[in-house]
């Protein structure tokens, strides 16, 4: 029993299988998996000559193994997860190795509709029905599924041994913006889960120095790194090959404690040589805590969130929508902040390249704001157009600049001409991307918190599911919401209700009409926006643009006066940067 094994001895695991079989390969499947079926005994040799190094552990090759990955049917999946432990099953036989069942976290698009859990359980149950009990879900980059995963096999066999591992990059979070600290937290909770670890993301120096500063008192810790930062050569991700200074390395592990170690990408049966060579000249399982220095000579001022703490006190806030220009002209702009700041604007909002066209960017618009007009500015943020890592380093910016309040969107799709050459990124969706800040203001801007707002649509048919929105943004950080513009009765109503019944800090969004052409486009052609007869009829084609306005101003008047009395402040979006007709209507509403 691995049990018994790991009371007293350290386990050292195999490496990498995929950049190991894929070494020298130039016309090899394409995924590694795949093998399973069609190069069975290249397989089964890795296997054998990770076992020959001295490797007590050896995971399955199915890692990739799901549906999402390798685009394959139910019986050609099941068939790769089948073939895989047999064949490291045949390796193993008559030698006292442990297989574990390797799975691989699914990822899939955040728009797509898939069932994750449900393929997770198809993956565990293939390898339940030949025999697996002990499962390694590697690579991890956020906790989702592995709870509920992880009772879900122990209700099948109380006895199996599951270990859980976390890919944790060199400043300490996940590729998905997890924390180090909040993984090892909550897994530690989960009561199926036998043991936690960390594999890949990062080489053995940069894991050391993230992992020695946790206290893992006596649990059971696996560390399998990389063997360092690669190269793209010729178009090919290439590790160094360094084993001796790998196996080397390892030993900081274990005098920290670490009970389990092993490789992945790079690594090869010579590495994981290097490590049971260094293991037999010391055996003993010294454990070598790493206290931090006391003492914090960095000193952190915090910066008042004045719009924020009106909203706490229940005072009504005014923000102000200002779109950046596609160009570099800025000086309409900043003299809209200005107007903005004289006309005392708690808040003016900075658009993330709506409906997917190139603006200037949002958190650079909102610093340069801050700085020169000394209004608070709010970026919108969205998920189409940087990857996780990207939005992280510009909310690190931003923060630095004094940015304390952003709009957290999923962000528009690009638009089908735009698809051709333009691929969005996608990594996060709106809840993730509130998970996201939420997280960095626990453990990166610790005291100094960024406020997140949330989008609330009420121009939908269904309501009641964007509402179920608004509480699942809620839970995950969010801390105010900005509506669509709202132009019907109902819909106020329907927002009435919502505040009711939910402790929560609401903006009405109000966008004024100036002109006949105006008003159809925003009626026919922009996402979410419906404007009933009543108002539309107001405009006729031949008023010129004085008259139009004044109309315009005299609905979004209307509009404001049947909405203050709901919310907790107004956001306005300023149309074709006409910011003096956003002042005239405030000063006849408030």
Do not use: W
């Not at 390694?136 to 006895?159: C, H, M, P, R, W």
């Not at 120096?205 to 050569?233: M, Q, R």
């Not at 801050?370 to 890592?389: F, Q, S, V």
């Amino acid at each position: 029993m691995i049990k018994d094994y790991l009371k007293d001895k350290i386990l050292v695991t195999d490496g990498a299988m995929g950049t190991y079989y894929m070494r020298d390969k130039v016309n090899a499947v394409p995924c590694c998996e795949l093998a399973n079926i069609l190069n069975p005994e290249e397989i089964k040799k890795i296997h054998m000559e990770y076992i020959e190094a001295g490797a007590k552990l050896i995971r399955t090759n199915t890692f990739a193994a799901n549906r999402e990955a390798l685009d394959v049917t139910d019986e050609e999946l099941k068939k790769i997860i089948v073939n895989g432990y047999k064949i490291a099953k045949d390796a193993a036989k008559g030698k006292e190795v442990f297989v574990a069942a390797s799975i691989g976290p699914i990822r899939t698009n955040v728009e797509k509709d898939v069932d994750i859990f449900s393929e997770y359980k198809y993956i565990v149950d293939n390898f339940l029905e030949v025999g697996a009990d002990i499962f390694v879900f590697e690579t991890f980059s956020k906790l989702d599924y592995l709870d509920k995963i992880s009772t879900y096999i122990k209700g099948k066999n109380k006895d199996a041994f599951i270990i859980t591992n976390f890919a944790i990059m060199g400043d300490g979070f996940t590729r998905d913006g997890v924390s180090l600290n909040k993984i090892i937290s909550e897994i530690k909770t989960y009561k199926s889960v036998d043991i936690y670890g960390f594999n890949c993301g990062s080489g053995p120096t940069h894991l050391y120095k993230l992992l020695k500063e946790i206290d893992i008192k006596d649990d059971i810790v696996a560390v399998l790194p990389n063997t360092g930062y690669p190269e793209v050569i010729n178009e090919r991700t290439i590790y160094p090959n360094n084993p001796e200074y790998f196996g080397y390395k390892m030993m900081d592990f274990k005098r920290l404690g670490f009970r389990i170690l092993g490789g992945c990408c790079g690594t090869s049966p010579e590495h994981i040589k290097k490590i049971v060579e260094a293991l037999n000249r010391n055996d003993k399982l010294e454990i070598k805590r790493y206290k931090q220095e006391e003492g914090n000579n960095n000193i952190t001022l915090k910066k008042e969130n004045k719009f924020l703490g009106k909203l706490k006190e229940n005072k009504f806030v005014l923000a102000v929508e200002l779109a950046p220009p596609f160009d570099t002209s800025i000086d309409k702009m900043m003299h809209c902040a200005k107007v903005c700041k004289d006309n005392n604007i708690d808040l003016v909002t900075i658009p993330d390249s709506p409906m997917s066209k190139v603006r200037v960017d949002s958190i650079i618009l909102a610093t340069k704001i801050k700085r020169e007009i000394g209004i608070d500015a709010m970026p919108h943020i969205c998920c189409r157009d940087k990857n996780t890592n990207a939005i992280r380093s510009g909310l690190m910016g931003a923060h630095i600049e004094d940015i304390r309040n952003v709009l957290a969107l999923t962000g528009d799709p690009m638009s089908d001409i735009n698809k051709l050459e333009t691929k969005s990124v996608f990594n996060l969706n709106s809840f993730k991307l509130i998970n996201l800040i939420s997280e960095m203001n626990e453990e990166v801007f610790t005291d100094d918190n960024i406020a997140i707002g949330g989008a609330l649509n009420l121009n939908v048919r269904n309501k009641d599911i964007e509402v179920s929105r608004m509480k699942k943004k809620i839970e995950r950080g969010a801390n105010f919401f900005l509506t669509q513009p709202i132009y019907d009765d109902e819909t106020f109503e329907y927002l009435k209700k919502v505040k009711e019944e939910n402790n929560v800090k609401i903006l009405g969004g109000i966008l004024p009409i100036v002109s006949y052409k105006n008003a159809q486009f925003l009626n026919n052609e922009l996402p979410g926006v419906h404007i009933p007869e009543k108002y539309l009829n107001r405009f006729t084609l031949d008023m010129d643009k004085e008259e139009a306005e004044k109309v315009g101003i005299e609905i979004a008047v209307e509009l404001g006066n049947k909405m203050k009395d709901i919310v907790d402040g107004f956001y306005f979006i300023t149309p074709f940067k006409r910011v003096e007709m956003i002042i005239k209507i405030i000063d006849r509403i408030i």
